[in-house]
């Protein structure tokens, strides 16, 4: 919406409620004072004409719990279709692969979704946008199969199921026979200089119950050759530590001729660099070399427009290549 001074903001009417145009609103300007990343809009936080006493719903589990706009909504574990109680579940037959963008979880599902002919399920965390109405990108791919169905875990909400926690939320779509999945943040990405201060890091922890509970896991490795910031130049620091932290049995899908899965006009002359080999080369045994997907033909046959950090995605040889390789992991074929 344009407000009264010619900025864009957006309302959450879950939380504030219906807007009107002539409403007197309070709007929290913040992110865009600060230049960061939110799209350039300001946020409703409440309508001054016309109050929200909120709604009431089935549930009783809060999410953004103690801030005064928590809502309140039912979960898989209070609904009683999550796990059995003191009896924790097998996931023995699960593939989850962990992506540290947004952006990314989406292309890598378009690829499985046209190789397996059916999308993996989608976990969002709460290490990005808590609303997942905010993703258009995530409607889209809900709306034509490239996601089979999502779920929003944590403080996370919105997704056609809530769940209180991402490995609930695995289990979940395993008990509704989706056995590939995809866990990663909703958009807008935190991250930092500081190995330790990005949002991915989450996944490490998310990694390591799903192990524990049989789940093969894999982390779909950041890296481009778009990005020209030294840290995420090739392969990104984040996909280093991510990697470094998580279980020993989480694997790291490694391409493998990964020109021959790129259209024309790439540039792939720095594609894996030797610095980037030799890092993968230094897992062992947990670096799984898999001819990637690809994801440029997966993007458009499933008719998606994806950027990271402003640049289209399927020009990006390092990025395409490196989760192409997650992508043909999570298919079963490493």
């Known amino acids: 919406m344009t407000l009264a001074d010619n900025s864009e903001a957006y309302a959450l009417t879950d939380l504030c409620g219906i807007v009107s145009a002539g409403d007197e609103l309070l709007v929290n300007t913040t992110a865009v004072d600060l230049g960061l990343g939110t799209g350039g809009a300001h946020v409703v936080h409440a309508n001054l004409t016309s ?118 939320g695995v289990a979940a779509l395993a008990q509704r026979g989706i056995d590939r999945i995809v866990v990663a943040p909703g958009p807008g990405h935190l991250g930092s200089d500081s190995p330790l201060g990005f949002a991915g890091l989450d996944l490490a922890g998310h990694a390591a119950v799903l192990d524990r509970l049989g789940a093969a896991t894999a982390v779909a490795v950041r890296a481009s050759s778009a990005d020209r910031r030294p840290r995420h130049h090739g ?49 062992g045994s947990r670096a799984v070399v898999v001819p990637p997907l690809s994801i440029p033909e997966a993007i458009r046959r499933n008719g998606l427009t994806i950027t990271t950090m402003g640049q289209p995605l399927d020009m990006d040889a390092d990025a395409c290549a490196w989760l192409g390789a997650a992508a043909n992991w999570l298919v079963g074929r490493a």
């Open 235 to 283: 392969v990104s620091h984040h996909a280093v530590t991510l990697a470094e932290l998580c279980p020993s049995g989480t694997a790291v899908p490694m391409p493998a001729q990964a020109r021959n899965s790129l259209p024309d006009g790439i540039d792939t002359d720095d594609l894996m660099p030797e610095t980037d080999v030799a890092w993968a080369r230094s897992l």
């Open 51 to 168: 109050p929200w006493l909120g709604a009431a719903g089935p549930g009783r589990i809060m999410k953004a719990r103690y801030l005064s706009e928590q809502l309140g909504v039912e979960t898989i574990e209070e609904s009683g279709s999550a796990c059995t109680v003191g009896q924790l579940p097998s996931l023995g037959s699960v593939r989850v692969v962990l992506c540290v963008l947004h952006s990314h979880a989406v292309a890598l599902a378009a690829a499985v979704a046209d190789a397996l002919g059916t999308g993996p399920g989608y976990v969002m965390t709460d290490g990005g946008a808590l609303p997942f109405v905010l993703s258009d990108l995530a409607a889209a791919a809900l709306e034509g199969g490239v996601f089979a169905t999502a779920v929003s875990a944590g403080h996370a909400f919105g997704a056609p199921i809530e769940s209180v926690t991402v490995a609930s």
